[in-house]
Each structure stands twice: as structure tokens, then as C-alpha cells.
Nanobody, 116 residues
Framework: QVQLVESGGGLVQPGGSLRLSCAASGSIFSFSIMGWYRQAPEKQRELVAIITDIGTTNYADSVKGRFTISRDNTKKTVYLQMNSLKPEDTAVYYC??????????WGQGTQVTVSS
């Protein structure tokens, strides 16, 4: 059974930083693509950033220049460094892993709240 477990969320003031982690466990060798998504109250889940197994990245326009996605394939972990956080970044952040066969796994989510 494959599990993705996020950590690192919390409450931070505007302009602050947080680093999210997502660790994969179980019978999975690696993910072709790993990514972060977020869902704010009463809004649809949206893409934040993705990274391929060779390090190609893509970001939502709203986070470009502020967020950085990275991964450690040896640890089967993906990270999201979030800087210059804004109140509109408040959401539940979800980790997603997609295998080479197109199977998708989601984490349970971690809350990020940006407020003074």
C-alpha cells in the first residue's frame, strides 16, 4: 500500500515562510511526477507546482518567484519552500504522486494559514 504523508503546515504571518514535506512510503519505487496542490474554502483544488523525476518544474502564476518545489528521489520525498506568503495562500495543501503508469496517489493534506 502506498501512502503520501505531508508535514510542515501551520500558521504564519504575511511575508513569512514555510517548508512543506511529503514523504512516500509503501511499495512504490518512484513517481514520475510529484506535485503540490491546494484547496481554499469554497474553491476548487488547484495546481501549485509540479516536478518530474528529472527535475523539470512548473508553477502556478500566482506562486512564481515565491515558491520552490524540489524532490529527493532517494528519500521519495517532495518539498515545497514557500516564501513571501500572502493571506490568499491560505489553503489545505495536498501532495500528489503520479507513477509512470499513470496511477495517482494523494496525501491527506496539511493546513497552511497566513494571517496576522
Amino acid at each position: 500500500q502506498v501512502q503520501l504523508v505531508e508535514s510542515g503546515g501551520g500558521l504564519v504571518q504575511p511575508g513569512g515562510s514555510l517548508r512543506l514535506s511529503c514523504a512516500a512510503s509503501g511499495s512504490i519505487f518512484s513517481f514520475s511526477i510529484m506535485g503540490w496542490y491546494r484547496q481554499a474554502p469554497e474553491k476548487q483544488r488547484e495546481l501549485v507546482a509540479i516536478i518530474t523525476d528529472i527535475g523539470t518544474t512548473n508553477y502556478a502564476d500566482s506562486v512564481k518567484g515565491r515558491f520552490t518545489i524540489s524532490r529527493d528521489n532517494t528519500k521519495k520525498t517532495v518539498y515545497l519552500q514557500m516564501n513571501s506568503l500572502k493571506p490568499e495562500d491560505t489553503a489545505v495543501y495536498y501532495c500528489r504522486g503520479i507513477t509512470s503508469r499513470g496511477v495517482t496517489y494523494w496525501g491527506q493534506g496539511t493546513q497552511v494559514t497566513v494571517s496576522s
